[in-house]
């Protein structure tokens, strides 16, 4: 169950800027960032500790959380987006499936900004974390639970598309969610993982595209 679900406590691990189409969905726009992940581009910093680490590894984007109730993400600076079309192939390695992993967007920092997650056990949400109410977060859509999620250690691909106060949610092709929220309306994006009670998630992202929507 995730109605238990608390709100986690951040552990930012920051990139400096980063392919293809993943899914049957109609694309309008064109690319505006991709990366494969097949080279380990200097434009990445990539920081760890013991709590948490990013790394590349076999072509992919690998986060691991080591401590319960973390969640890190990886940023991508120097790159700000406004309305796009997003979409990353997320890989559960190890660890619990009472877990979170997704995109984080409309960066403005680690205090203000809008995360779509999905878990290993098969829930999605979609919340924002709001700077004036000292970081706290907001659930504009708690965690659901949807088929079009596969369990446990597999592939799932996560696409968003942002315009304006309107966000739609796909997972594997398939139209999850629909969301407004009016809070922020441009900023930097990243990629994350999180723990709750147990520790050693290990996600790899691979695929990364932003197009124009």
Known sequence: MHLSKLALLCVVLSLLAGCTGLGGERHSGGVIYQNDFSV?????????????SASYVDGQLQLRVSSPNLIAWAELKEHQFDDFELEAEATQLAGPDNNSYGIVFRMKNPSAHYSFDISGDGYYRFN???????????EIIDWLESPAIHHGASTNMIRIVAQGNQFSFYINGQLVAEANDDAYRSGSI?????SFHEPGVEIAFDNLVVRRP
């Open 40 to 52: 380990e581009s200097e434009d990445w910093l990539l920081e760890s500790d013991l709590d948490a």
């Open 128 to 138: 924002r974390r709001d700077e004036a109410e000292g970081g706290r977060w907001t």
């Open 190 to 194: 990243g990629l994350s993982a999180g």
